[in-house]
């Protein structure tokens, strides 16, 4: 009997940490009405929508997970709002992961993402390996196995990246056809192996053109003109090799309203093929392993033709023809200006307070995943605090820490302008970053501010990034009283 053709479908699941740094709610979105937030909109939309996926065929209704049949990401600070906020949901995909490790040989669906969705070559080293780590972390803590592969934010790949997820011991990324050379041309997704002295990794190649027909095009109004699409596209290549398609999760009923339905819908036709194989990327490795080689020579992305420079200068990609970007690279060096005060404080002070700072903050995720006194007294008997009194000033690090990770999320820079939604989280999580590095040393408010100054929206009603740095906490200020 011939070998069958296999087919990968990847959600990637984000949202940006829009929850107040200091109250943990978030505040009214106007544009998300008629629900609160954007977060509760896509709630409804799209997450709870892929868990209980309704077909129709005649008078029946037929509801499925959509989970248990995706390769998938959920990242972290969307996890953790699901885990509060949205639980059918987050009890979905978890439940998914547990079914496909059973189906799949203990290779389940879901796998890791770099924990702020941060453009992983622009960070420092120091950083990339946090991200990285606290990725691993937060989904060891949420799915009870370690990830064996990862999404790299906006497919944002170098050299020096793809060696910091291989010393991490993960075993896979996913990148287009286009982000760097690959050793056969094709649509099969591979895998590739990359590897750097005595590191190994394998590269999941997603096809661009039907991926951004789902994404961008018509193909998931109708899940039978999807199925049929993939079906014959994966004909067309050798026996036992895979097609990978990858988009944005929201894209499943957010920015295609029926596309959860539609989705369902093409999974159930292609569950009925003879010679084709729903599987994920961890059990088609596990199976096939690498059939080629890559190798990256410059920095890339999926979502900006001049590698990744739509998040940190003018590059020309926007929505706006009449917009400049001139702003992005002010405001990234002030963010990281903020990164770094609250690194060097990091280091300074967290010595004192554990025998193994950097373990320990590789670990902290642990802690916002769960911070009940239970997961505390595990944490610290594993990283032995020098002085029990430190415990609270050590927890106290790590927030500074992650906010000002926060605050380089990619949402930032990607739009127009940072005057939106997503540029005013960055500004939010750096305040808090500030306030709480403030507690250890002088403030550097007053030079962020300073910087701030040069960074200039395109509204006129906004003005500089000062203006609405101030505005923000402002507003903070009063929610908390």
């Not at 008629?34 to 509760?40: G, K, R, S, T, V």
């Not at 750097?196 to 990794?201: T, W």
């Not at 193994?356 to 594993?382: G, H, I, M, T, Y």
Request: overall charge neutral; glycine content about 8%.
């Amino acid at each position: 009997m011939t070998e069958p053709r296999y087919i990968i479908l990847h959600g990637h699941f984000y949202q940006p940490p829009r929850e107040s740094p200091w109250t943990g709610i978030i505040a009214h979105e106007t544009s998300a009405a008629p629900f609160a937030n954007w977060n509760e909109r896509i709630l409804s939309e799209c997450y709870n929508a892929n868990a209980q996926a309704q077909i129709m065929e005649g008078t029946v209704v037929y509801i499925r997970n959509n989970y248990e049949s995706l390769n998938f990401n959920f990242g972290p600070t969307l996890a953790a709002w699901l885990q509060s906020h949205g639980k059918s949901a987050y009890r979905a995909l978890r439940r998914a992961d547990e079914l496909s490790r059973q189906k799949r040989d203990g290779h389940g669906n879901a796998i890791a993402q770099a924990y702020s969705h941060s453009i992983l070559p622009l960070l420092e080293a120091r950083d990339r390996e946090l991200q990285i780590a606290w990725g691993m972390e937060d989904f060891s803590a949420r799915f009870g196995r370690p990830p064996e592969g990862i999404w790299l934010p906006e497919c944002a790949v170098d050299r020096d990246t793809l060696r910091t997820v291989a010393e991490a011991g993960l075993r896979f990324v996913m990148l287009g056809g286009d982000q760097g050379h690959f050793s056969r041309p094709g649509r099969d997704a591979g895998p590739f192996l990359w590897e750097e002295g005595n590191l190994r990794l394998a590269v999941f190649r997603f096809d661009r053109l039907l991926s951004g027909s789902i994404a961008f095009g018509e193909m998931l109004s109708d899940g039978t003109r999807l199925a049929t699409a993939l079906i014959d596209t994966v004909r067309a290549l050798a026996p036992g090799q895979a097609l990978l398609v990858a988009t944005d999760g929201e894209t499943f009923g957010h920015h295609k309203r029926t596309g959860a339905a539609e989705l369902a819908r093409a999974i159930k036709m292609l569950e009925q093929q003879d010679d084709v194989v729903l599987t994920n990327c961890s059990q088609y490795l596990a199976v096939r392993g690498c059939t080629g080689h890559f190798e990256s020579d410059a920095p890339t992305s999926w979502s900006c033709v001049h590698g990744i420079e739509r998040w940190r200068s003018n590059c020309g990609c926007r929505i706006d023809s009449s917009t400049n970007q001139e702003w992005r690279r002010p405001l990234r060096a002030t963010m990281d200006f903020v990164r770094n005060h609250c690194d060097a404080l990091y280091d300074r002070f967290a010595a004192g307070c554990v025998n193994d700072p950097w373990a320990a903050l590789k670990a902290a995720p642990r802690l916002f995943v769960d911070p009940s006194p239970a997961v505390q007294e595990e944490f610290f008997a594993a990283h032995r605090p020098k002085d029990e009194n430190r415990r609270e000033q050590l927890v106290r690090l790590f927030e500074m820490e992650r906010a000002a990770q926060a605050a380089l999320t990619s949402c930032a820079w990607f739009f127009d302008d940072f005057g939106g939604l997503e540029g005013r989280i960055a500004l939010r999580w750096a305040a808090r970053a500030i306030e709480l590095a403030s507690e250890l040393a002088p403030s550097i408010e007053s030079e962020v501010l300073q910087q701030l100054r040069a960074v200039r929206s395109n509204r006129r009603e906004i003005g500089d990034a000062a203006t609405l740095y101030l505005s923000i906490k402002t507003r903070e200020a009063r929610g908390r009283v």
